[in-house]
């Protein structure tokens, strides 16, 4: 089976300050990783993905990732935030092979201070 | 707009009527999920369907609910005898199994509140 965890529920941060989502997961079959955004009663986007190859993945808006497979950590950063990057962020993984299900984590709420 | 598309966007009822929702995925996109997603939570797996055929019921999908994609095409989730408890966010996202590359698109989802 596989499971999520994001350490911090919320995080509060300054504008133009880094931040850091933490993400862990668990699994016994290899796994794809991904990070999805989602603002107040939208659906989910997805920010970026880690299929194989480079552990560090760039995505949209300034985001990335890096894939640690020794700590089964992939862990979200953004060098300097904006207003606009308050939402709810939710860390997923899913199996190679199947059905391909997404399974989450319980979400960081990201909430960034002018 | 070629996105996934849901609808209702909000529906509101009274404990133990039923209510339906619809779901059209992207048009070349074969394979259909259903999610559930509750306040402070992410999102849980309901269901998902390739083309016609639902291959996969999670346990959290009980009795009262049901979901079909008669023509592989759109789908709709249907609970029955609705309870306090249903009200959620409830999330349709499809994918292409070619050139696989495991990213579902969400649509913005059908938020459900009985009351």
């Known amino acids: 089976a596989q499971s999520v965890t994001q350490l911090d529920s919320q995080v509060p941060v300054f504008e133009e300050a880094p931040v850091e989502l933490r993400c862990n997961y668990s699994?016994?079959?290899?796994?794809?990783l991904f990070w999805y955004v989602q603002y107040p009663n939208q659906g989910l986007q997805l920010l970026l993905k880690?299929?194989?190859?480079?552990?560090l993945v760039k995505g949209i808006n300034g985001f990335e990732a890096e894939f640690n497979k020794s700590q089964t950590s992939f862990h979200l950063r953004k060098p300097s935030v904006h207003i606009s990057d308050t939402a709810e962020y939710f860390c997923a993984v899913s199996v190679k092979t199947g059905a391909n299900n997404l399974f989450f984590g319980t979400g960081t709420r990201l909430t960034v201070i002018p | 707009d070629t996105g996934v598309s849901q609808n209702p966007r909000h529906k509101i009822t009274k404990r133990g009527q039923n209510v339906t929702f619809r779901c059209d995925p992207i048009?070349?996109?074969?394979?259909l999920y259903w999610y559930r997603q509750t306040l402070g939570q992410g999102p849980e797996f309901l269901t998902y369907?390739?083309?016609?055929?639902?291959?996969?019921k999670s346990r959290l999908l009980s009795d009262r609910f049901s979901a079909e994609r008669p023509k592989g095409s759109f789908s709709t989730l249907e609970i029955q005898r609705t309870e306090q408890g249903d009200s959620a966010m409830y999330l349709c996202?499809?994918?292409?199994?070619?050139?696989?590359?495991?990213?579902?698109?969400f649509g913005e989802g059908s938020r459900l509140t009985v009351l």
């Open positions: 369907f390739q083309n016609e055929a639902q291959l996969e």
């Open positions: 880690y299929l194989s190859g480079s552990t």
């Open positions: 996202a499809s994918r292409q199994t070619s050139g696989d590359t495991g990213e579902l698109f």
């Open positions: 048009s070349e996109h074969n394979r």
């Open positions: 699994s016994s079959v290899s796994v794809y």
